[in-house]
């Protein structure tokens, strides 16, 4: 079955070369000029990766990956002319796989696009991404207090069904398999991220104050992962 290749971008040009680029590696390439288009376009399914622009006409490409991950586990490469740091570390925070800024070779593009679809097949079991929302049976349980569904991806807090983003599902899981356990930033990356050496630590505390608000809100403010300075994190055991 060949890659089927969603690109979400505005400007024609640059929408043909990379189509072009695609087409020489085999993959088959679908090419929406608007995010709305674009979301009509996954709601159809069967999508490998999506390329999306973040400079689009009708919407924020940071926004639409947010509404997308909402219901989707498909990769995401961000493609964006704006090189700052915090555009880069807010892009892969919400939930994106990797950042192009523009221009670029659409030769490395393609490279990226094999890079990611094999870290996240080798995650997923090679499947092709679906809806979130599909229904399968709970795999593991932990003190009564997390649910961990790990077909799905999902994590109950308390009977509450977190909305969590693909990082911070798998730092739960982390804390969720060694309660008490206390993990530096470094060993979060090592064990989380796809590309440890492409994170900072202030990503991962980003993540965690995120993961904290969630907890929180699940548990009338009260939440379980501890801060052990200089140390790292952990999650309190229960008694």
């Known amino acids: 079955m060949s890659t089927k290749i969603l690109l979400i971008e505005d400007e024609p040009s640059i929408a043909d070369t990379i189509t072009y680029a695609f087409s020489t590696e085999g993959f088959e390439c679908i090419w929406c000029a608007t995010g709305a288009e674009g979301l009509q376009e996954i709601a159809n399914g069967g999508f490998n990766i999506i390329i999306l622009d973040v400079g689009l006409p009708d919407c924020n490409g940071f926004e639409l990956c947010k509404i997308i991950r909402k219901d989707y586990d498909v990769p995401i490469i961000f493609l964006t002319a704006r090189s700052e740091e915090i555009d880069r570390v807010v892009g892969l925070e919400i939930g994106g796989d990797d950042y192009m800024v523009k221009p670029f070779s659409p030769r490395e593009l393609a490279a990226r696009v094999k890079a990611v679809l094999r870290r996240t097949q080798s995650i997923r079991g090679g499947k092709q991404a679906a809806p979130t929302s599909a229904t399968t049976p709970v795999q593991a349980l ?18 509450t069904e977190l909305t969590l983003s693909r990082y911070e599902y798998r730092l739960l899981n ?9 993990f530096s930033r470094e060993k979060l990356m090592d064990m989380v991220w796809d590309e440890p050496e492409a994170s900072m630590d202030r990503t991962v505390d980003a993540h965690i104050k995120s993961l904290r608000a969630k907890l929180r809100a699940a548990n009338n403010g009260e939440e379980p992962i501890k801060t052990h300075r200089g140390m790292g994190y952990s999650l309190k055991e229960n008694k």
Do not use: E, H, L, S
């Open 142 to 159: 932990t003190d009564g207090t997390f649910v961990v569904d790990a077909d799905r991806c999902q994590i109950t807090y308390n009977g």
């Open 174 to 182: 982390v804390f969720i398999n060694k309660p008490g356990w206390v």
